[in-house]
T-cell receptor, first 115, second 115 residues
Framework: GAVVSQHPSWVICKSGTSVKIECRSLDFQATTMFWYRQFPKQSLMLMATSNEGSKATYEQGVEKDKFLINHASLTLSTLTVTSAHPEDSSFYIC???????????FGNGTRLTVT | AQKITQTQPGMFVQEKEAVTLDCTYDTSDPSYGLFWYKQPSSGEMIFLIYQGSYDQQNATEGRYSLNFQKARKSANLVISASQLGDSAMYFCAMSAMDSSYKLIFGSGTRLLVRP
């Protein structure tokens, strides 16, 4: 089945630094990937839609300059949390789909802790 | 705007019994998809079952079935013969059948299977 790999699975960084999270579709091409954020005991909130070769579409309230998304190829999207602060600590999870008739497949998520 | 509602924050079920997890939705789109995902404590999102808005029959996948009642705008998940490994968070989600195919999630239901 379709596999989405996310790396790293967890990261601890100091306040003010930037962190890059990678999302790869391993056995299919994903023209569209999605980035979600999940706080403890809460649901997944869509942050942005990442489109290969074009700018990401951000959901209302998500700072595009803070959460930089790059979708350079059909198998890779990256999320960079710039100048991270403790309130950015969360579980970030990406997803990808092959086409409109296929379900979304999720990566295993990245737990970010900003100290 | 689309909205997904899961009114059961937590549910208990005895092992080997069936359980129904509720999900209602609201959308003005004529074409949409409904999904259920399982999230164990490890964090990954596991796709369980999908129902298209134009599907005439309720979707089934092994022990999972989706009780789709379009007029009531409900898409309840039925898990038959519960197993201890079914203990997890369960999220109902909806997508619009536009080009973005992004998912909007409900708040989730935590299911605990008792031995």
């Amino acid at each position: 089945g379709a596999v989405v790999s996310q790396h790293p699975s967890w990261v601890i960084c100091k306040s003010g630094t930037s962190v890059k999270i990678e999302c790869r579709s391993l056995d299919f091409q994903a023209t569209t990937m999605f980035w979600y954020r999940q706080f403890p005991k809460q649901s997944l909130m869509l942050m942005a839609t990442s489109n290969e070769g074009s700018k990401a579409t951000y959901e209302q309230g998500v700072e595009k300059d803070k959460f930089l998304i790059n979708h350079a190829s059909l198998t890779l999207s990256t999320l960079t949390v710039t100048s991270a602060h403790p309130e950015d600590s969360s579980f970030y999870i990406c997803s990808a789909t092959q086409n409109r008739n296929s379900p979304l497949h999720f990566g295993n998520g990245t737990r970010l802790t900003v100290t | 705007a689309q909205k997904i509602t899961q009114t059961q924050p937590g549910m208990f079920v005895q092992e080997k019994e069936a359980v129904t997890l509720d999900c209602t939705y609201d959308t003005s789109d004529p074409s949409y998809g409904l999904f259920w995902y399982k999230q164990p404590s490890s964090g990954e999102m596991i796709f369980l079952i999908y129902q298209g808005s134009y599907d005439q029959q309720n979707a089934t996948e092994g022990r999972y079935s989706l009780n789709f009642q379009k007029a009531r705008k409900s898409a309840n998940l039925v898990i038959s013969a519960s197993q201890l490994g079914d203990s997890a968070m369960y999220f109902c989600a909806m997508s619009a059948m536009d080009s973005s195919y992004k998912l909007i999630f409900g708040s989730g239901t935590r299911l605990l299977v008792r031995p």
